[in-house]
């Protein structure tokens, strides 16, 4: 770590030398300026320059834009359109160029909803790069910035990681603004903030904290906030780029922090004290903090009836227990503990196991590998390939290894139940931690059996009790234990019952439905 | 730091590595044995008895349940091996010698022991020991006596399961269907019982000797506690007494004769309540009482039995008929043998312990405190249902 970090500030000082200054206040000189900001971009092609002379003695202006990043339509109505049907009027008293002049289009004839002053090549450079106008005037050394931000953009489409039968349909997109104004139009509170930062010494990606002023505790802002601060990356191309960053021990096979699509999730974590972290360039928001609970809920637990809701969950944690354990049960079993099979299962796998050539380890490993390899495929090949794939590899490959004797039916069926449990898990990401951990454990099972099996689930679970996420432990509310907030974990109660937030998250307000009614 | 690290994940792999999976058996490579019969070996060398000890060991393939194989339909599910020698634990390592499969006996379902062993004084406990004391042994394996050959037991060929313990497991199991048949008895049981040295009375199967060799279990062994060995074979009448005073019937049917007809009255429900009183060491009394519920069954005499009369008339005859049954088995094992399998000296010791420390070496053998208890029979049947029949031809 120490190593680590000493490299990383040996090279920020190398790319400071190499950067020309360009913090520079603008110059009095039109000229000056444009050549000053072109120099500074390289002259891209996409840069566009446009000048013109505010009636017939006005002083000269020009406004620079990135085509691509603009909407050309605001430009013209809202920009070039006013200023020059009104020029001479305009222009009146200003013969010599002055900064008034600039008060004057920003005031009364420039109609765009954004308008700001900027001083420097920096900020300048900045705002055309994030899509705005600048438009210099003759003679000050002041610029106006105009939002005319206006690119293709993705629609707001359905979630594609988190499917649900019932429940809202919209998905975040690329764009940090649609996805403010998702969280916007379901949490209509005055005390709902956003707090932005800049990620990213090269991309400036904009990167916004959401959370409920009076419900969030104090700290986990404040510990939030400190911890976005210490970012210092390039560029932050996805939110798990942050995530590795701020989470508390990127040691850990579990996340820390969720992810999601979903907007309706990212309001319900708002108002149980949770924090949003937005980041502009990607759909995934991530919520901290992230308990083993919660990574097991789905939002459509709250929007099916309560006692579905709640055997959906139960099956759940059945269905993590099978991801993890299933095959190395299979290997402890089968290779050390048959005694512990009831009499007919163990003589029915020994003689679909007569003459195979491999011992349970090596067919488990096989048949899992070839899982991992499959599901893989499917993800990178085109979507109507990536379903034949499916029907190859569980069909063909299960049933002609089968058939060629190099695996047992039993193993086919103990990977296929495998797969299906870890699909059947809400969280992505905590679905692949718990994939990976299933390696583990069957390499425990192969040399140790099942006492192999208990100490690596020691093991885990050493380790699970002492993750944070954000100073919440991972394992709350089972320990340390909040009895009040088992009414929403393995069983989901119906919500009248759930009259209080979760008491895990020490909010500040903690009431959320009050039993006396509304008044 | 980063080598010591490294050196020590090394030398903590090198300890999965090289010590490997040392006890790691694929479960195909198990020779499953699935039942033991203990018979006497031919030649005792030097005097201690010599055993032969059978096992039943699974061959899978033939089982049916893998079609990985193909051509399994021809090999037969099962084949026995018998080895001999003085200590189940020699016939055991012997055998390793002639199989292909070790045998493992995590999934044993029956020990059948012949009669002949048995009745050596001491060598029935000593045969359990290992099948109790070893630890791939279960508590829940079920003990039979044969009445000749046990190994003989093992070789008959079902009609219905594939596997010869299988179908015997099952007869075992029909104590719901049959007076004679007691629960099954589980060497834990057994266990518990020579450990305090008490009798107890061991289900016996008999191969019979007319036709096909078909396993029969309807009577039972007795086995005296004390002497530790078999002494008698109870017929099957006196197993049914047996049962009832225990009050281990579960279900059963009981046949009387009514206006010179049959009458079946169907157990559904039995219990006994055995009550003593004690009075001193030599005025030792218990109260039987057998009550049972059922229905009736089959109906050879034309009654009329929305007469509740005529309904507890069946009553008083099954209850004359409990009677009789209990009668038979005390007078043959209260008078005869002298053999407390009843557990009526549970009964002693839960009513009067300290009476009980001073004769419970002397119950069922020496002064035989048991042979002159007092020990009276009571019945109570109820019919619950008459069946559907309300007239029956004439």
Redesign the interface.
Known sequence: MYFKSSKRNKKKEQDYSKREDFSIELSTSLEENIINIKKMLDQPGDLLTRPFVIGETGPACAIIYIDGLTDTKVINESIMKNIQSGADEIGKGFEEAETALLDRLSYHVISSASVKKVTTLDDASLAILSGETALFVDGTDELLIIDTKGWEDRSIEQPVSEGTIRGPRDAFTENIRTNTMLIRRRIRDANLRFKSHQIGRRSKNNLTVAFVDGIVHPELIKEVNRRLETIDLDDAPESGYIEEWIEDSFLSPFPQMHNTERPDKVATALTEGKVAILLDGTPFVLIAPATFGAMMHSPEDYYERWMIGSLLRTLRYFAAFLAVFLPALYIALVSYHPGLIPSKLAFSIAATREGLPFPAVIEAFLMEITMELLREAGIRLPKPIGQTIGIVGGLVIGEAAVSAGIVSPVMVIIVAVTAIASFSLPSYSFAISIRMLRFGFMIAAAFLGLYGIILAYILINIHIVNLKSFGIPYTTPFAPGFKSDWKDLVLRFPIPMMTKRPKFMQTEDDTRIDKEGKS | MGKRISYIILASLSL?FLT??W??????Q?G?V?GAAIDLADAPSNGDPSFALTYQI?A??G???????GQ?GQQKPFFNVTARGSTMFDITRNMASETSRTP?L??N?LVIISSEVAKIPHAFTNILDIFLRDH?M?RTVKVLIAADQAKGVLQFKSPTAKLPVAHIVSIAENARKNIAIAPPLQIGEVHEYLLIGRSVAIPLITMSSQGKKKPQINRMAVYHGPSERMVDILSNEETKGLNLIKGEVQGGAITVEIKGESVVYEIRRAKSSIVPKIKGKDDIKFNVKIETEGKIAESFANIDYRDPANVSKVEKKVEKELERLATVTLEKLHEDLQVDVFDFARYVKKADYQLWMSIKEDWDSGKNYFSQSTISIQTDTVVRSEGAVIDTEE
């Open positions: 999965l490997g999976c006890d790691q058996v694929q479960i195909e198990r499953f699935l699974v899978p393939g089982l049916g349940g893998g079609k990985a194989q399994s493992y995590g999934h379902q791939e279960r």
